[in-house]
């Protein structure tokens, strides 16, 4: 399941990284979805979005070039913590666990100074690839985690992820690969027929 990290630096990774008890097809027609968590549908022009800002972002940093080469599986990643992020939002609003703003701006000074400054800490989450814009979620989702741990303990919380994530019925269009229940992760599809999503298709994410 996701693992929550105590490091704030390093929230994303606990969703990136993490491996929740996720259960999907894969094979179900879902036009213009790159993936489907109970009734919310993934879109794939919301997915090419985000990478965008990503890659944008980085491009943009004296380190690009290395960012860049570092997140070849950017699309993918992306929409793996999408997933991830509306499972613990589930799982939240189902138990009564909430952030507020002044919460969450606490948490991005804590951050800010553990990591050396904004400047820093924003280059922490552009190498995990998340964009500036997208860091206040990721730095939510880290909230949210550390509020199920207190209230439940850090076992039922992942109880609770697992059965939320059930419940849901993950869903991936296998053009972006097929969803690994023991690493809650998408992982690309081999058949033939399939055109790999890559960086110079014309619906390329990384």
Known sequence: MIRRRTALSVCA?????A?????????????GAAAVVGNDRITVSQLQGQVKQVREAQRSSPQGPQLVANSARLGQDTLVRLIQYRIVEKAAKD????ISRRELQE???RAERATGGAE????????LGIAPDQMDRA??????RAKLDRKFGAAQAVGILMRTSNALHVDVNPRYGTWDAER???????????RPVTSSGGQGLA
Do not use: F, K, S
Request: proline share 8%; with cysteine.
């Open 139 to 144: 730095l939510t989702m880290d909230l949210t």
């Open 107 to 109: 948490q991005r000074v």
């Open 19 to 31: 491996a929740p008890a996720l259960t999907a097809c894969g094979a179900t027609a879902h036009p």
């Open 13 to 17: 990774v606990a969703l990136l990284a």
């Open 95 to 98: 138990n009564g666990v909430e």
């Open 120 to 127: 820093a800490l924003q280059g922490r989450y552009l190498a």
């Open 184 to 194: 809650g992760t998408a992982q690309p599809r081999q058949e033939p027929w399939l």
